[in-house]
């Protein structure tokens, strides 16, 4: 791997870690409430809980008086478990889809700068081809020369869009 390259990565993962450091509490403390119920270890403690709850309050254990032989404690704990983990993960994803645009909008940037770059370097080729005598007349690669407006490529995209949107 290139020592670049192998920067690059240690650059991106300290800033990473930089900004989880930074996030809020709330959002802390939501994504260790996510990880923790997406986790087999959460799957067990449940088969536990309502495993025995439900054992309890069947009967089957003499031992131990049913105190919820309807099951409604356990549906309303069950529901009210839902809503907080339901938001949770909602929390989550928010932050994670943030995180998301972020590196679309750097992606973006760096691909726009790429052919910025790219469109130069065909300039330069163009006129070392002059200089040596060699016929370029290939019409892809007059094109190359012209920057891309990305406004227009976005304003394509959606006319298309609105056009297939038409066609249903």
């Known amino acids: 791997m290139a020592a670049a390259l192998r920067e690059n990565i240690a650059n991106l993962t300290a ?4 900004e989880a450091e930074k996030a809020p509490l709330s959002d802390r403390i939501a994504d260790r409430i996510t990880a923790f119920t997406g986790s087999m270890v959460f799957v067990a403690l449940h088969l536990v809980i309502f495993g025995s709850w439900i054992v309890i309050n069947l009967g089957w254990l003499p031992i131990v ?3 919820d032989p309807s099951f409604v404690v356990l549906a309303m704990v069950a529901s009210v478990e839902a809503i907080f983990l339901s938001t949770f993960v909602l929390i989550s994803q928010n932050r994670m889809a943030a995180m998301a645009d972020r590196r679309a909008d750097l992606d973006l940037h760096v691909n726009l700068l790429t052919e910025h770059e790219l469109t130069k370097l065909a300039s330069i080729v163009s006129r ?3 200089r040596l005598g060699v016929d370029v007349t290939d019409p892809q690669f007059e094109e190359i020369h012209k920057d891309v407006e990305p406004t227009q490529v976005l304003d394509a995209l959606d006319e298309r869009r609105r056009e297939q949107t038409l066609k249903r």
Do not use: S, V
């Open 128 to 130: 070392i081809a002059e």
């Open 65 to 67: 008086r049913p105190f």
């Open 15 to 18: 800033r990473q870690q930089a």
